[in-house]
């Protein structure tokens, strides 16, 4: 891989330290950190690396016949096996010999058995403590079989023991990052970068993180110095990897955080051309178009995404939304059509189900609109849509007491949009109004957009590190979601009569 001149990135990193939101730091002089070796990476590349490794783990052990079998037909394999029988009978004869230890280890991570490898590096941790190495690639092999939650557990020890390990910082920017934490993915890739100044890999994670955080508004430009300062941090990336999909795609959507579609659409499609087969391109692709005013072109890549992609809600549903606007005279059925398959393919999802609603109402298909709005209702029973529509649907129905009651629950609704929407507009001018982040992640909580509720107890507590309401925040917050984790893992009662 090529290198730039780190003192390219270095900038485009300062501007994102001067555009995020400002945090605590240790005060340490500036050291050089030893790479770890191959084996504690695992492909750990920017975000998707481990998540390939261990796709990639699972299908060879699954393709792989019997050893023996492997041995005969690869010599490279059966070498390796020899080399591993022979660490084994050394580190038995000896063993304290650390150094054996990792040897066998990197072996094992080349036959693709992690597991094996983690119980060398557990070892390696018990004769020395002091080996970052070996905590990192403890927290990797986790991260590589996609236990976030405990690779995050293992990351956060490493940086506690080692706060100079960039390796430590990126694999927890990277763990976070995808548990959807985006604000404190962006601050550990800020650390990751601290001691790893010039790594093009901490300044992607660092980038992607900031404009993910960014997007979670529904005002996106509420960031837009953050948006500004990630692309320029991916486009000196781009130096880098000049022919990477997702920098590309990344750029796109951060040009469209700052409702600039048309250049965002130059990213998208040099991204659409590189990463073909992704959905989420062609999603904010079809935005861009549409935006734009382009809609033939938005309908085309949505009528491709649903080739590629048949069993996938959202490419049903991007069709569903454009097809209104195609012009043609069955234009009407085919939305109704491509919004049903999107609500069987994706039954809970709110936004989709009361497209299909309203598909159902432009085609005066009353009853069926009113089981679907009810649908939405219970899903989200936060949105004013719905209510209104099923009021028009009774009043309609001649049931002017049920329609007089929705109409009253969509009132309701409509001014609680509202006054979120006021105090979304608050913050844009008073970022550093803790009370108001208060109010506003209380009220993204009692939503159920945990995410952004997340962010905003976050931003207060960079505010004022001690408030209590924040932390009661976030502590609800976690218990919430480890309910939804145990609910989700508990096995299904069966039905009994």
């Known amino acids: 891989m090529r290198d730039l001149p780190s003192t390219k990135l270095n900038k485009a990193s300062a501007e ?24 504690v990476a695992l492909l750990v590349l920017a975000l998707g690396g481990a998540w390939w490794f261990r796709q990639h783990f699972l299908t060879v052990n699954r393709l792989l016949p019997a050893a023996p079998d492997v041995a005969a037909i690869d010599p490279k394999l059966r070498a390796l096996g020899k080399r591993s029988l022979e660490l084994q009978a050394a580190i038995a004869k000896s063993p304290q010999d650390v150094k054996k230890r990792w040897a066998l280890a990197d072996v094992y ?55 100079k390990s960039a390796d430590a910082w990126q694999g927890l920017a990277t763990t976070l990052y995808h548990q959807r934490k985006y604000l404190e993915a962006s601050e550990a890739g800020r650390e990751a970068f601290r001691w790893r100044p010039g790594d093009a890999n901490v300044l992607y994670i660092r980038g992607v993180s900031s404009i993910e955080m960014a997007m979670q508004y529904s005002n996106s430009q509420r960031h837009a110095d953050i948006l500004r300062a990630a692309q320029t ?39 659409k051309e590189l990463v073909p087969e992704r959905l989420d391109v062609d999603r904010q692709l079809i935005e861009a178009l549409s935006v734009s005013g382009n809609r033939p072109a938005a309908l085309k890549v949505a009528e491709e995404a649903v080739q590629r992609h048949p069993q996938s809600a959202f490419s ?22 491509a919004f ?64 007089a009651q929705f109409t009253r629950l969509a009132t309701g609704m409509s001014f609680n949009e509202q006054q979120l929407r006021t105090l979304e507009t608050a913050i844009e001018s008073q970022p550093r109004n803790v009370p108001l982040h208060l109010v506003l ?35 609800a917050l976690e218990k919430t979601q480890s ?10 009662q069966p039905v009994t009569k």
């Open 233 to 271: 941090g991916l486009k000196q990336v781009l130096g880098v990897w000049p022919d990477k999909g997702d920098i590309f795609y990344r750029l796109g959507r951060a040009h469209m955080g700052l409702k600039e579609p048309k250049s965002a659409i130059k990213y998208l499609r040099r991204a």
């Open 340 to 403: 049903k398959k999107a609500a069987e393919l994706a039954p809970n999802d709110p936004d989709i189900r009361q497209r299909f609603a309203t598909a159902c109402m432009n085609l005066q298909k009353l009853d069926e609109a009113q089981v679907e709005y009810e649908r939405v209702v219970q899903l989200d029973p936060h949105l004013p849509y719905p209510y209104q529509q099923l009021a028009k649907i009774y009043r309609r129905k001649g049931q002017s007491e049920r329609a």
């Open 483 to 492: 309910r939804e984790r145990t609910q989700a893992q508990a096995p299904s």
């Open 16 to 39: 994102l330290d001067k555009a995020a939101p400002k945090t605590a730091r240790t005060d340490s002089k500036s050291a050089s950190v030893r790479r770890a070796p191959g084996l």
């Open 441 to 475: 992640a209380d009220r993204y909580r009692e939503l159920g957009w945990d995410d952004l509720a997340r962010t905003e107890y976050l931003l207060t507590l960079r505010l004022d590190a001690k408030n209590k309401r924040a932390r009661a925040g976030l502590a």
């Open 316 to 337: 049903h549903d991007l069709l569903g939304q454009l097809l209104p606007y195609s012009g043609k005279p069955d234009a009407a059925e085919r939305a109704y059509e």
């Open 109 to 163: 991570q080349k036959l693709h058995q992690p597991q094996l490898a983690a119980e060398q590096l557990k070892a390696i941790i018990a004769l020395d403590p002091k080996s970052a190495e070996a905590h990192v690639g403890l927290a990797n092999i986790e991260l590589a079989f996609g236990r976030v939650r405990q690779a995050e557990a293992q990351y956060r020890d490493a940086a506690r023991r080692f706060p």
